[in-house]
C-alpha cells in the first residue's frame, strides 16, 4: 500500500510543470539518485590508474538534411587501457545482442589481448575510425620494418546516430580520431553530448556518453573497475532509475519528435588481475547493469561489450607468467562491473542535453529537477520505511 501511494504521489509530481526545468553540468549522484558501491575519485573509467579517455565531437549545420553537408551531430571517442604506450593488455567480450558491430572480435576470441586504443563511434563510421587507429599505432609505434604488424587489429564499436546526425555523410575523417587520441587524458571527462555519443538517443530521451567507477578491495589491496557507455537504446516504457519506474511516470514528457531505436557499447576498465576468460565473464556481467535500467533487448539493438585488464604480466624468454584473481573474489568484481554499468547508463541520461538534427528532430534531455523530485520522496518514503 505505501509503495502504491508513493508511486501516485510521484506521478502527480512529475506532471507538476515547475518541475520540467533543467540544471545544468550535472551526474546522477547530484540528483540525489541513490546508488550502491564506493566510486573512485572522479567516478569514471579514467580512475583507473593509467587508463585515458579522449573524444572529438562534430557539430555543425541545422535544419533540412542535406546529404554530406549536414546537419552534423557525431563524433568519435577513444580509450586508451595502457595510455599512448605500445603494451598490450588482457581483453575479453561478450555480445548480448548482436545487431552491431565491434571490430577485433576474432583477435580476442583467440588469442585474449590487443594493444593500442580503443574507438566508438557511428555506425558507419567504424572503417575509417579502425584504419585511423591502425595508422596512428604504426606510426606511433613502428620500427620502420615493413613486415612490423604494429598497425595490429583496432578494436571499433559503434552505435547508430541516424536520427540526429547527417550519418550518410560520412563526416568522421582520420583527423578527427587522431585528434581524440592525442587529447585523451586521464582524470574528469565529459559525459552526454559528447565524442562517439554526441547524437545518441537513450530511452528516448537524449542520450550519449556516461563513465563510473568503483572501488573494491581483494586480499587487502583495492582495485579499480571502471565503466564507460555509449549508450543508444531502450524504449521510454521501460527506463527504471533504481527501481522506480521514471519511465511509465514520464511517458508523455518530452516526447521526441521521431522514434529511434539503437544499441549500446561499454567497456569495463580494471586494474585488477584477470585473464582473459575471466574478463569475458566480467563483459557478460555488463548485461546485468544494462538491465538495472529496465531494457528487455530490442532485436534492433547492437548490445555488445569489452572487458580489459591494465595489469602487466611478465614475460621472461618468452614465457608469460599472468596473475589472476581466484574465483570467489571475483564476485566483486562482478558487483562492481553491474554497479557501475547502471551509474554510467544514468550519468549519460543526466549529462545529455537537448539536440535538434536533421529536419528539425528534436530529442529532449530527461528532466533534471523532475527527476530530482521524485527521488527526495522516494528517499524519504524508504527512511520511513524504515
Known amino acids: 500500500m505505501k ?21 545544468q553540468n550535472l551526474r546522477a549522484r547530484d540528483l540525489g539518485i541513490p546508488f550502491d558501491g564506493r566510486t573512485g ?10 587508463v585515458e579517455v579522449g573524444y572529438q565531437t562534430k557539430i555543425t549545420g541545422s535544419s533540412k538534411l542535406i546529404v554530406g553537408q549536414g546537419p552534423v551531430r557525431t563524433g568519435v571517442t577513444v580509450v586508451l587501457p595502457k595510455g599512448k604506450l605500445d603494451k598490450e593488455y588482457p581483453i575479453g567480450y561478450f555480445i548480448f545482442n548482436g545487431n552491431g558491430e565491434v571490430t577485433g572480435l576474432p583477435y580476442i576470441y583467440d588469442f585474449g589481448k590487443s594493444k593500442g586504443p580503443i574507438g566508438i563511434t557511428n555506425t558507419y563510421s567504424v ?20 613486415h612490423d604488424f604494429r598497425f595490429g587489429l583496432p578494436i571499433v564499436g559503434e552505435t547508430f546516430d541516424g536520427g540526429l546526425n547527417d550519418i550518410n555523410g560520412f563526416h568522421i575523417k582520420k583527423e578527427d580520431v ?9 582524470g574528469l571527462i565529459e559525459e552526454g553530448n559528447v565524442g562517439g555519443g554526441t547524437g545518441m538517443v537513450c530511452y528516448s530521451f537524449k542520450g550519449g556518453t556516461g563513465t563510473a567507477s568503483r572501488i573494491i578491495t581483494i586480499g587487502g589491496k583495492e582495485y579499480t573497475v571502471g565503466v564507460i557507455v555509449q549508450a543508444n537504446f531502450g524504449y521510454r516504457k521501460h527506463l527504471s532509475i533504481r527501481g522506480v519506474p521514471i519511465g511509465k ?13 539503437g544499441s549500446i557499447i561499454a567497456i569495463v576498465g580494471t586494474d585488477a588481475p584477470l585473464t582473459p ?24 539493438s547492437g548490445d555488445i561489450f569489452l572487458a580489459f585488464s591494465t595489469h602487466e604480466p611478465t614475460v621472461t624468454n618468452g614465457v ?14 562482478f558487483s562492481a562491473t553491474v554497479e557501475a554499468t547502471e551509474e554510467a547508463i544514468i550519468n549519460a541520461l543526466i549529462a545529455a542535453e537537448d539536440m535538434e538534427g536533421i529536419n528539425g528532430n528534436t530529442f529532449y534531455s530527461i528532466p533534471h529537477s523532475t527527476v530530482k523530485q521524485i527521488f527526495k520522496h522516494y528517499s524519504d518514503f524508504l527512511e520511513k520505511a524504515k
Open 320 to 333: 608469460v607468467e599472468l596473475k589472476a584473481l581466484d574465483d570467489r573474489p571475483l564476485n566483486r568484481v
Open 249 to 261: 511516470l514520464l511517458s508523455d514528457t518530452l516526447l521526441p519528435s521521431v522514434n529511434q531505436d
Open 127 to 146: 572503417g575509417v575510425t579502425r584504419d585511423a587507429i591502425g595508422e596512428w599505432c604504426f606510426n606511433n609505434f613502428s620500427l620502420t620494418d615493413h
Open 277 to 300: 576468460l575471466q574478463l569475458n565473464m566480467v563483459a557478460k556481467r555488463v548485461t546485468l547493469g544494462v538491465a538495472r535500467t529496465g531494457t528487455t533487448g530490442s532485436t534492433g
Open 3 to 23: 509503495t502504491y501511494k508513493l508511486l501516485i504521489f510521484i506521478s502527480l509530481v512529475a506532471s507538476h510543470p515547475i518541475y520540467s526545468q533543467k540544471s
Open 178 to 186: 587522431f585528434k581524440a587520441i592525442e587529447s585523451a587524458k586521464t
Open 41 to 50: 575519485q572522479f567516478n569514471a573509467i579514467t580512475d583507473v590508474p593509467g
